[in-house]
Protein backbone atom coordinates (compact mmCIF):
# COMPACT_ATOMS: atom_id res chain seq x y z
CA UNK A 1 0.00 0.00 0.00
CA UNK A 2 0.78 4.00 0.28
CA UNK A 3 3.49 4.97 2.25
CA UNK A 4 1.95 6.30 5.40
CA UNK A 5 0.95 9.63 5.97
CA UNK A 6 0.85 10.64 9.43
CA UNK A 7 -3.12 10.59 10.58
CA UNK A 8 -3.81 8.76 7.66
CA UNK A 9 -6.18 6.34 8.37
CA UNK A 10 -6.18 2.53 8.35
CA UNK A 11 -9.04 1.54 6.65
CA UNK A 12 -11.33 -1.70 6.84
CA UNK A 13 -14.24 -2.63 4.11
CA UNK A 14 -16.12 -5.42 5.74
CA UNK A 15 -18.10 -7.05 2.44
CA UNK A 16 -15.48 -5.91 0.01
CA UNK A 17 -16.37 -8.80 -2.48
CA UNK A 18 -19.97 -7.81 -2.72
CA UNK A 19 -21.44 -4.72 -4.73
CA UNK A 20 -21.35 -2.23 -2.31
CA UNK A 21 -18.02 -3.35 -1.39
CA UNK A 22 -16.39 -2.78 -4.70
CA UNK A 23 -18.32 0.85 -4.69
CA UNK A 24 -16.81 1.67 -1.37
CA UNK A 25 -13.31 1.50 -2.99
CA UNK A 26 -14.08 3.37 -6.05
CA UNK A 27 -15.37 5.99 -4.58
CA UNK A 28 -12.57 6.67 -1.74
CA UNK A 29 -10.40 6.60 -4.82
CA UNK A 30 -12.45 8.89 -6.56
CA UNK A 31 -13.14 11.09 -4.22
CA UNK A 32 -9.11 11.10 -3.11
CA UNK A 33 -10.05 9.96 0.77
CA UNK A 34 -6.89 9.61 2.22
CA UNK A 35 -5.53 5.82 3.39
CA UNK A 36 -2.98 4.73 4.98
CA UNK A 37 -3.90 1.17 4.69
CA UNK A 38 -6.45 -0.73 3.58
CA UNK A 39 -7.90 -3.65 5.01
CA UNK A 40 -10.03 -6.05 2.51
CA UNK A 41 -12.32 -8.34 4.87
CA UNK A 42 -14.68 -11.06 3.54
CA UNK A 43 -15.95 -14.63 4.13
CA UNK A 44 -13.07 -17.61 4.62
CA UNK A 45 -14.38 -18.57 0.54
CA UNK A 46 -13.60 -15.13 -0.53
CA UNK A 47 -9.77 -15.09 1.30
CA UNK A 48 -6.78 -15.54 -0.56
CA UNK A 49 -8.63 -13.14 -3.70
CA UNK A 50 -7.54 -9.82 -4.55
CA UNK A 51 -8.89 -6.60 -4.86
CA UNK A 52 -7.24 -3.28 -6.33
CA UNK A 53 -6.85 -0.21 -4.50
CA UNK A 54 -5.00 3.03 -6.26
CA UNK A 55 -2.63 0.71 -8.59
CA UNK A 56 -2.09 -1.47 -5.18
CA UNK A 57 -3.11 -5.25 -5.34
CA UNK A 58 -4.70 -5.83 -1.85
CA UNK A 59 -5.26 -9.69 -0.17
CA UNK A 60 -8.57 -10.20 1.40
CA UNK A 61 -8.37 -11.43 4.34
CA UNK A 62 -11.28 -13.49 6.46
CA UNK A 63 -13.29 -11.43 8.29
CA UNK A 64 -12.55 -12.59 12.41
CA UNK A 65 -12.67 -11.11 15.88
CA UNK A 66 -8.85 -9.83 15.38
CA UNK A 67 -9.96 -8.23 12.03
CA UNK A 68 -9.83 -4.54 13.48
CA UNK A 69 -6.67 -4.31 15.36
CA UNK A 70 -5.10 -1.17 14.48
CA UNK A 71 -7.89 0.13 12.33
CA UNK A 72 -9.54 3.29 12.44
CA UNK A 73 -12.81 3.71 10.41
CA UNK A 74 -14.67 0.05 9.57
CA UNK A 75 -17.00 0.53 6.39
CA UNK A 76 -19.45 -2.45 6.81
CA UNK A 77 -21.63 -4.33 3.72
CA UNK A 78 -22.31 -7.49 4.71
CA UNK A 79 -25.85 -7.67 6.25
CA UNK A 80 -27.34 -6.91 9.31
CA UNK A 81 -26.03 -10.59 11.29
CA UNK A 82 -22.35 -9.87 10.47
CA UNK A 83 -22.66 -6.45 11.63
CA UNK A 84 -24.67 -7.11 14.64
CA UNK A 85 -21.59 -9.48 15.35
CA UNK A 86 -18.64 -7.94 14.24
CA UNK A 87 -19.32 -3.89 14.73
CA UNK A 88 -19.35 -3.69 18.27
CA UNK A 89 -15.87 -5.70 17.97
CA UNK A 90 -14.40 -2.67 15.76
CA UNK A 91 -15.43 0.04 17.97
CA UNK A 92 -13.92 -1.84 21.11
CA UNK A 93 -10.62 -2.38 19.02
CA UNK A 94 -10.89 1.66 18.53
CA UNK A 95 -12.54 1.78 15.29
CA UNK A 96 -15.70 4.08 14.37
CA UNK A 97 -17.65 1.91 12.04
CA UNK A 98 -20.42 3.36 9.61
CA UNK A 99 -22.92 0.55 8.60
CA UNK A 100 -24.78 0.29 5.62
CA UNK A 101 -27.27 -3.00 7.28
CA UNK A 102 -30.18 -2.28 8.97
CA UNK A 103 -28.90 -3.70 12.30
CA UNK A 104 -28.60 -0.32 14.02
CA UNK A 105 -30.29 2.23 12.14
CA UNK A 106 -33.13 2.59 15.04
CA UNK A 107 -30.90 2.08 18.04
CA UNK A 108 -31.38 6.06 19.38
CA UNK A 109 -27.65 6.01 20.78
CA UNK A 110 -26.72 5.52 17.09
CA UNK A 111 -26.83 8.33 15.01
CA UNK A 112 -28.66 7.75 11.28
CA UNK A 113 -27.11 10.32 8.77
CA UNK A 114 -27.72 11.45 5.58
CA UNK A 115 -24.81 14.39 5.23
CA UNK A 116 -26.85 16.60 3.21
CA UNK A 117 -29.25 16.72 6.00
CA UNK A 118 -28.02 16.30 9.78
CA UNK A 119 -24.77 15.58 9.60
CA UNK A 120 -23.97 17.58 12.41
CA UNK A 121 -25.34 13.78 14.16
CA UNK A 122 -22.11 12.58 13.16
CA UNK A 123 -20.53 13.99 16.34
CA UNK A 124 -22.77 12.15 18.78
CA UNK A 125 -21.45 8.93 17.94
CA UNK A 126 -20.33 6.29 19.88
CA UNK A 127 -18.72 4.05 17.92
CA UNK A 128 -21.04 3.44 15.06
CA UNK A 129 -23.01 5.65 12.50
CA UNK A 130 -25.62 4.12 10.27
CA UNK A 131 -26.17 4.18 6.73
CA UNK A 132 -29.47 4.67 6.24
CA UNK A 133 -31.84 2.54 3.54
CA UNK A 134 -31.29 3.14 0.28
CA UNK A 135 -35.24 4.26 -0.63
CA UNK A 136 -35.05 6.71 2.31
CA UNK A 137 -31.82 8.65 0.95
CA UNK A 138 -33.26 8.42 -2.57
CA UNK A 139 -36.07 10.33 -1.30
CA UNK A 140 -35.21 12.41 1.53
CA UNK A 141 -32.49 14.07 -0.33
CA UNK A 142 -34.40 16.02 -2.24
CA UNK A 143 -37.35 16.17 0.31
CA UNK A 144 -35.06 18.11 2.79
CA UNK A 145 -34.65 21.35 0.96
CA UNK A 146 -37.95 21.60 1.21
CA UNK A 147 -39.31 20.54 4.42
CA UNK A 148 -36.93 23.30 5.78
CA UNK A 149 -38.67 26.06 3.53
CA UNK A 150 -42.10 24.68 4.23
CA UNK A 151 -42.95 21.23 6.35
CA UNK A 152 -43.77 18.44 4.96
CA UNK A 153 -46.41 16.78 6.48
CA UNK A 154 -47.13 14.08 4.34
CA UNK A 155 -45.62 11.93 1.92
CA UNK A 156 -46.88 9.22 -0.21
CA UNK A 157 -44.07 7.45 -2.10
CA UNK A 158 -43.94 4.42 -4.77
CA UNK A 159 -40.70 3.06 -5.49
CA UNK A 160 -39.08 1.73 -8.42
CA UNK A 161 -36.06 -0.44 -6.89
CA UNK A 162 -33.34 -2.34 -8.87
CA UNK A 163 -31.74 -5.47 -8.68
CA UNK A 164 -28.65 -3.24 -7.13
CA UNK A 165 -30.65 -3.24 -4.06
CA UNK A 166 -30.57 -6.78 -3.81
CA UNK A 167 -26.89 -7.63 -4.28
CA UNK A 168 -24.39 -8.82 -6.94
CA UNK A 169 -26.41 -12.02 -6.85
CA UNK A 170 -29.63 -10.53 -7.59
CA UNK A 171 -28.26 -8.45 -10.61
CA UNK A 172 -26.32 -11.45 -11.91
CA UNK A 173 -30.33 -12.98 -11.59
CA UNK A 174 -31.22 -10.35 -13.63
CA UNK A 175 -28.96 -10.58 -16.23
CA UNK A 176 -28.88 -14.38 -16.63
CA UNK A 177 -32.74 -14.69 -16.65
CA UNK A 178 -33.35 -12.54 -19.03
CA UNK A 179 -30.74 -14.00 -20.93
CA UNK A 180 -32.59 -17.44 -20.91
CA UNK A 181 -35.82 -15.94 -21.33
CA UNK A 182 -34.53 -14.66 -24.79
CA UNK A 183 -33.12 -17.96 -26.07
CA UNK A 184 -36.68 -19.20 -24.57
CA UNK A 185 -35.24 -21.40 -21.99
CA UNK A 186 -36.81 -22.03 -18.51
CA UNK A 187 -34.72 -19.71 -15.62
CA UNK A 188 -35.73 -20.87 -12.26
CA UNK A 189 -35.05 -17.85 -9.89
CA UNK A 190 -32.76 -18.42 -6.83
CA UNK A 191 -32.02 -15.05 -5.63
CA UNK A 192 -35.53 -13.66 -5.88
CA UNK A 193 -38.40 -14.79 -5.15
CA UNK A 194 -40.27 -14.46 -8.28
CA UNK A 195 -38.95 -14.56 -12.16
CA UNK A 196 -37.27 -11.71 -12.57
CA UNK A 197 -36.81 -11.07 -16.27
CA UNK A 198 -39.40 -8.65 -17.88
CA UNK A 199 -41.82 -8.99 -14.28
CA UNK A 200 -41.67 -6.66 -11.31
CA UNK A 201 -42.62 -7.64 -7.86
CA UNK A 202 -43.92 -6.47 -4.16
CA UNK A 203 -40.20 -5.91 -2.72
CA UNK A 204 -38.87 -9.01 -1.55
CA UNK A 205 -38.95 -8.33 2.33
CA UNK A 206 -41.24 -10.07 4.67
CA UNK A 207 -44.94 -8.83 5.04
CA UNK A 208 -46.19 -7.44 7.87
CA UNK A 209 -49.43 -9.48 8.63
CA UNK A 210 -51.04 -6.66 10.68
CA UNK A 211 -50.33 -3.83 8.41
CA UNK A 212 -49.57 -5.36 5.32
CA UNK A 213 -46.36 -3.45 5.38
CA UNK A 214 -43.24 -5.03 3.68
CA UNK A 215 -40.05 -4.48 6.25
CA UNK A 216 -38.47 -2.19 3.13
CA UNK A 217 -41.65 -0.38 3.82
CA UNK A 218 -41.00 0.20 7.14
CA UNK A 219 -37.98 0.91 6.94
CA UNK A 220 -38.39 3.99 4.73
CA UNK A 221 -41.27 5.03 7.29
CA UNK A 222 -39.37 5.01 10.69
CA UNK A 223 -36.25 6.30 8.89
CA UNK A 224 -37.65 9.47 7.50
CA UNK A 225 -38.95 9.91 10.99
CA UNK A 226 -35.74 9.71 12.49
CA UNK A 227 -33.26 11.37 9.87
CA UNK A 228 -36.49 14.64 9.86
CA UNK A 229 -36.25 14.41 13.57
CA UNK A 230 -40.01 15.00 12.80
CA UNK A 231 -42.66 12.22 14.76
CA UNK A 232 -45.54 13.51 13.17
CA UNK A 233 -44.81 13.51 9.40
CA UNK A 234 -47.41 11.47 7.95
CA UNK A 235 -45.39 8.15 5.42
CA UNK A 236 -47.10 6.31 2.64
CA UNK A 237 -44.64 3.99 0.80
CA UNK A 238 -45.30 0.94 -1.78
CA UNK A 239 -41.98 -0.68 -2.18
CA UNK A 240 -41.54 -2.47 -5.77
CA UNK A 241 -38.89 -4.82 -7.41
CA UNK A 242 -38.20 -3.92 -10.88
CA UNK A 243 -35.77 -5.71 -13.71
CA UNK A 244 -33.79 -2.92 -13.82
CA UNK A 245 -29.56 -3.72 -13.68
CA UNK A 246 -28.66 -0.31 -11.43
CA UNK A 247 -30.60 2.72 -9.89
CA UNK A 248 -33.99 3.24 -8.28
CA UNK A 249 -36.78 5.17 -8.74
CA UNK A 250 -39.44 6.80 -7.11
CA UNK A 251 -43.04 8.63 -7.58
CA UNK A 252 -42.97 11.16 -4.65
CA UNK A 253 -46.50 12.98 -3.77
CA UNK A 254 -45.89 15.67 -0.83
CA UNK A 255 -47.73 18.00 0.88
CA UNK A 256 -46.83 20.80 2.84
CA UNK A 257 -48.02 23.16 5.50
CA UNK A 258 -48.40 25.99 3.49
CA UNK A 259 -48.99 26.54 -0.06
CA UNK A 260 -46.44 25.57 -2.14
CA UNK A 261 -45.82 25.89 -6.12
CA UNK A 262 -43.62 24.39 -9.09
CA UNK A 263 -41.93 27.24 -9.08
CA UNK A 264 -40.95 27.47 -5.12
CA UNK A 265 -39.32 23.71 -5.32
CA UNK A 266 -37.54 24.09 -8.67
CA UNK A 267 -36.03 27.51 -7.39
CA UNK A 268 -35.24 25.19 -4.28
CA UNK A 269 -33.83 22.07 -5.88
CA UNK A 270 -31.79 24.35 -8.17
CA UNK A 271 -29.41 25.25 -5.23
CA UNK A 272 -30.08 21.96 -3.00
CA UNK A 273 -26.62 19.78 -2.17
CA UNK A 274 -26.72 16.32 -3.79
CA UNK A 275 -29.68 17.26 -6.29
CA UNK A 276 -29.74 17.73 -9.89
CA UNK A 277 -32.58 18.74 -11.55
CA UNK A 278 -33.61 16.79 -14.47
CA UNK A 279 -37.15 18.30 -16.22
CA UNK A 280 -37.20 18.49 -19.09
CA UNK A 281 -41.28 18.65 -20.88
CA UNK A 282 -40.33 19.59 -24.16
CA UNK A 283 -38.60 17.09 -25.35
CA UNK A 284 -40.35 14.07 -22.12
CA UNK A 285 -36.74 13.77 -20.37
CA UNK A 286 -36.91 13.06 -16.76
CA UNK A 287 -34.77 11.34 -14.70
CA UNK A 288 -34.32 7.47 -16.24
CA UNK A 289 -31.66 4.88 -14.01
CA UNK A 290 -29.48 5.11 -17.32
CA UNK A 291 -28.69 8.50 -16.65
CA UNK A 292 -28.43 8.47 -12.56
CA UNK A 293 -25.71 5.10 -12.48
CA UNK A 294 -22.81 6.11 -11.76
CA UNK A 295 -24.05 9.37 -11.06
CA UNK A 296 -23.62 11.10 -7.50
CA UNK A 297 -26.73 13.00 -7.51
CA UNK A 298 -30.17 12.29 -6.92
CA UNK A 299 -32.01 13.21 -9.87
CA UNK A 300 -35.66 15.17 -9.61
CA UNK A 301 -38.08 15.89 -12.58
CA UNK A 302 -41.33 15.53 -13.56
CA UNK A 303 -41.92 18.36 -10.62
CA UNK A 304 -46.10 19.39 -10.96
CA UNK A 305 -48.98 20.47 -9.35
CA UNK A 306 -50.70 17.42 -7.72
CA UNK A 307 -54.14 18.15 -9.08
CA UNK A 308 -55.68 16.36 -6.68
CA UNK A 309 -55.22 18.76 -4.16
CA UNK A 310 -57.31 21.87 -5.13
CA UNK A 311 -55.59 23.28 -1.86
CA UNK A 312 -52.58 24.21 -3.62
CA UNK A 313 -50.44 22.47 -0.69
CA UNK A 314 -49.23 19.62 -2.53
CA UNK A 315 -46.64 18.64 -5.08
CA UNK A 316 -45.43 15.50 -7.23
CA UNK A 317 -42.03 14.35 -8.59
CA UNK A 318 -40.19 11.67 -9.72
CA UNK A 319 -36.60 10.98 -8.68
CA UNK A 320 -33.67 8.60 -9.74
CA UNK A 321 -30.39 7.98 -7.59
CA UNK A 322 -27.82 5.25 -7.89
CA UNK A 323 -28.22 2.87 -5.18
CA UNK A 324 -25.38 1.51 -4.63
CA UNK A 325 -23.39 5.16 -4.74
CA UNK A 326 -25.71 7.73 -2.81
CA UNK A 327 -27.68 5.09 -1.74
CA UNK A 328 -24.60 3.14 0.35
CA UNK A 329 -21.51 3.74 -0.54
CA UNK A 330 -20.88 7.41 -1.37
CA UNK A 331 -23.23 8.48 1.18
CA UNK A 332 -20.98 6.22 3.72
CA UNK A 333 -17.62 7.54 2.79
CA UNK A 334 -19.29 11.27 3.14
CA UNK A 335 -19.95 10.18 6.59
CA UNK A 336 -16.15 9.45 7.30
CA UNK A 337 -15.25 12.27 5.69
CA UNK A 338 -16.77 13.81 8.34
CA UNK A 339 -15.56 12.37 11.12
CA UNK A 340 -14.28 14.33 13.91
CA UNK A 341 -11.54 11.94 14.62
CA UNK A 342 -10.36 12.41 11.06
CA UNK A 343 -10.92 16.06 10.94
CA UNK A 344 -8.57 16.99 13.93
CA UNK A 345 -6.19 14.49 12.48
Same mark, same amino acid.
Given at each position: METKVKNDPVVAIVGVTGAVGAEFIATMDKRDFRVSKLKALASARSAGRTV???????????????????????? %?????????? %???LAVRSGAVVVDNSSAFRMDPNVPLVIPEINAQRIREHKGIIANPNC?????????????????IKRVIIATYQAASGAGAAAMDELVQSTRAYLNGQVFPP?????? *???????????? @????? *??????????????????????????CVRVPVLRAHCEAITFECERPISEAEVRNILAVAPGVRVVDDRANNYFPMPVDASGQDDV??????? @???????????????? @????????????????????????
Open positions: SFRGKTVTIEELNERSFEGVDIAL %FSAGGSISRK %FAPAAITALVPLWPIHQKNRKVMPHP *YAFNLFSHNTAI @DPETG *YNDEESKVIKETRKIFEDEKIGVGVTLVGRIRK @DLSDPSGHSIAMFVAA @DQLLKGAALNAVQIAELLPERMMA
